[in-house]
């Protein structure tokens, strides 16, 4: 039998027992439309042998929907009542589920492992101002993860899937690069949220791949990414000077790279930043 899904009325009723009020610092903004996570769990390709990670399941209304869908599902929650209240939830709305579901009262961003069985999905409403790097934490903690479906605001989300040499590509699109692809598979607007955001949202499919086969390592690689993105509009020649030594040394080792020493951090993919930070691993970086 489905679980019964949260409507507004229900969120506003839990809402008020918990004498929950609704913070902008942790993004607590509740999904209340039945249909909008029945879209998210079927755009997220969750299938029944998944065990999916959940971040900030707040008051439950994502996490009925993937219950429905996976083999189970393990909620990481920083607010111990909506983390003490979640268990409760499912066994009133989907009781038959209650076994499935785990529940992790943390920060998502100092959880670096969990009790088996691993996570095989990301799918979250991750919150607006720590999405980036939640997402990327989750990816680096759990390799497992082999695709998810994220929901963040509608401008990181035009960011995490950018193309290089597009003006909003930057850190966040050629780190993620790093582990995954990326697409952008629609929005959501805030009408469907409790309290109502002033941003519309946007939901991105993810799908693990190899990392980049190279000598340097992810960190050596991601501190290259940092300077070439630090001062967006210097040439990398000026950019990388520090991690070389000098703007001359820099232009040798971009060279070297078969980079253009004149470009610029937006117009290079991962595997550009990755030959740069082979040339730099000399110098102990990372």
Do not use: C
Request: zero cysteines; hydrophobic letters at 45%; glycine letters at 6%.
């Amino acid at each position: 039998m489905p679980a019964t899904l949260l409507d507004p009325r229900t969120i506003r009723q839990l809402a008020e027992r918990l004498e929950l009020r609704p913070t902008k610092q942790r993004g607590q903004n509740f999904v209340h439309d039945a249909n909008t996570v029945r879209r998210i769990v079927a755009a997220a390709g969750v299938e029944p042998s998944d065990v999916v990670l959940e971040i900030g399941p707040g008051l439950g209304s994502l996490t009925l929907g993937l219950l429905d869908a996976a083999a189970s599902v393990t909620a990481i929650e920083i607010e111990s009542s909506l983390a003490r209240q979640l268990p409760e939830t499912v066994a009133q709305r989907a009781p038959e589920y209650s076994d499935h579901l785990t529940v992790v009262e943390a920060d998502a961003l100092k959880v670096a492992e969990l009790a088996d069985p691993q996570p095989t999905a990301l799918v979250a409403n991750l919150p607006y101002n720590v999405s980036v790097p939640v997402l990327l934490h989750v990816l680096i903690s759990f390799p497992t993860v082999a695709h998810g479906l994220v929901m963040v605001q509608s401008e990181v989300a035009d960011r995490l899937v950018a193309e290089p040499g597009t003006k909003i590509y930057g850190v966040p699109s050629a780190k993620l690069a790093w582990f995954a692809a990326a697409q952008r598979i629609g929005s959501v607007p805030p009408t469907v949220f409790w309290p109502v955001p002033n941003v519309d949202s946007g939901l991105v499919a993810l799908v693990r791949r190899e990392s980049p086969v190279t000598t340097a390592t992810r960190q050596q690689v991601f501190t290259v990414i940092d300077a070439a993105f630090a001062q967006r509009r210097k040439m990398l020649r000026s950019a990388l000077s520090g991690l070389f030594g000098s703007a001359a040394a820099a232009e040798q080792a971009l060279l070297a790279a078969d980079i253009d020493p004149q470009a610029r951090g937006e117009v290079l993919g991962i595997g550009d930043f990755v030959r740069i930070a082979e040339h730099v691993t000399p110098l102990g970086v990372g």
